[in-house]
């Protein structure tokens, strides 16, 4: 089989960093709004992507799909005339599933239209799971799917509307290791683009919640992570997540404050960390009191030329001892934070 084209859905703004990841398997050939399309030979490893939200096979892109519900019959006919077999085939030989019971499709627009996201979903889903012999699970009314289906994912920018089949069984974002979660807990594709933006090395989260960074640094390779937060049960939670992840005692967890590290001076090469800045959760300890110790005990822990990537609020400023090196604005859960990388002098 010839190479296929595949596309990585993404946080907005992370396009580039999961560009970047995509490389190794093949060229990419286009970068939107939150998608990188790329062709790759069909094999498992592009279910191996760490900085994707998704990874779906590209069934057809159609031109002329603009904000009337006239253009929706454009869309139907063009859907039916996919080359199922193939992309079946392909899903199949990147580890997705041979068989399936139904088809179910999810869809998103950018722009006013005069029609609805089920009113796409099923202008999709009605033909190609006619043309497939199988049943069609609309989502109208919230109506929530059961396992075991074929996924579409269908999106439309302008006047372009992209139809494309997921490979997993769910997208890749929903990692198996999150046995646990906490409020604050961050998404696994933006963790896994701090480490990699990190570099890795002797790594440290002061402040690691359930463990998420920590975790997707040791995934990433880095040689030893150290994952700390004051909450007690928060380190529990980290612990059950990065068992779950086969990481065992790759990892060392610790009940300490952010303000007040048990680390020895220059001992760190990278700091990921997603402070506590009164967003879903509030600082608590020293920070509380003394929110500048943050940067102190930063500048104290990491090696000279060490770096920090670190998710905060926009236009926040690092504090002196620090070398901006990079901002990278994201939107995430409605929100509109930066990861900010900074090297210390």
Known sequence: MTAARLVARTVRGLEQVVAEEVRPLGPVEFQGHREVWFRAEPAPAVLGLRCADDVLLHGISVRGIGPARADLPVLAEAAARMPLAELLMARKRCGGKDFATGVAVSASFLGRRNYNRYDLEDAVGRPVASALGLLYWSRRGGVVPPDGGLSWRVTVEGDRALVALRIGERPLHRRGYRRVTRAGSLHPPVAAAMARLGGGGR????????????????????????????????????????????????????????????????????????????????????LARRPQRFWRELRRVLRPGGRAVLLLPANALPRAGFQLLDRLPISLSGQHPEIVTVRRD
């Open 203 to 286: 790594v440290l989260d002061p402040c690691c919640g359930a463990g998420t960074l920590a975790v997707e640094a040791a995934l990433g390779g880095a040689e030893v992570v150290l994952g700390l937060d004051r909450d007690a049960g928060a380190v529990a939670a980290a612990r059950v997540n990065g068992a779950a992840a086969g990481l065992g005692g790759g990892i060392g967890w610790g009940v300490a404050d952010a303000g007040r590290l048990p680390v020895s001076d220059g001992a760190i090469d990278l700091v990921l960390c997603n402070p506590p800045w009164d967003r879903q959760v509030p600082p608590t300890g020293v």
